[in-house]
């Protein structure tokens, strides 16, 4: 079979895809094991649950500040300490 080599551009989507899908698995699990609902978790890091959803589903389309990706990432961090 032959090899297939991917462009830079398709490299840098992938890149994306898989880090859009991690930081919204962590979310996913957060909200789960904290038995919160996506309003909760958006009023307490200040955006809206309809991008809560986009981000537990994986959209790299969302566009949001680093510093709430951070407490995402935070967020995420706590349940990962505890398991």
Same mark, same amino acid.
Do not use: C
């Given at each position: 079979?032959?090899? #297939?080599?991917? /462009?830079? %551009?398709?490299?840098? $989507?992938?890149?994306? !895809? &898989?880090?859009?899908?991690?930081?919204? !698995? &962590?979310?996913?699990?957060?909200?789960?094991?904290?038995?919160?609902?996506?309003?909760?978790?958006?009023? #307490? +890091?200040?955006?809206? !649950? %309809? /991008?809560? $959803?986009?981000?537990?589903?994986?959209?790299?389309?969302?566009? +949001?500040?680093?510093?709430?990706?951070?407490?995402?990432?935070?967020?995420?961090? #706590?349940? %990962?300490? &505890?398991?």
């Amino acid at each position: 079979m032959p090899r #297939t080599y991917l /462009t830079a %551009e398709q490299r840098l $989507s992938a890149r994306y !895809d &898989k880090r859009a899908r991690l930081l919204g !698995d &962590k979310l996913a699990v957060f909200k789960a094991r904290q038995h919160l609902t996506n309003r909760e978790i958006g009023r #307490t +890091l200040g955006i809206r !649950d %309809e /991008t809560i $959803s986009r981000i537990i589903n994986g959209d790299r389309t969302v566009r +949001l500040p680093i510093e709430v990706l951070w407490r995402i990432e935070d967020m995420a961090r #706590t349940v %990962e300490e &505890k398991i």
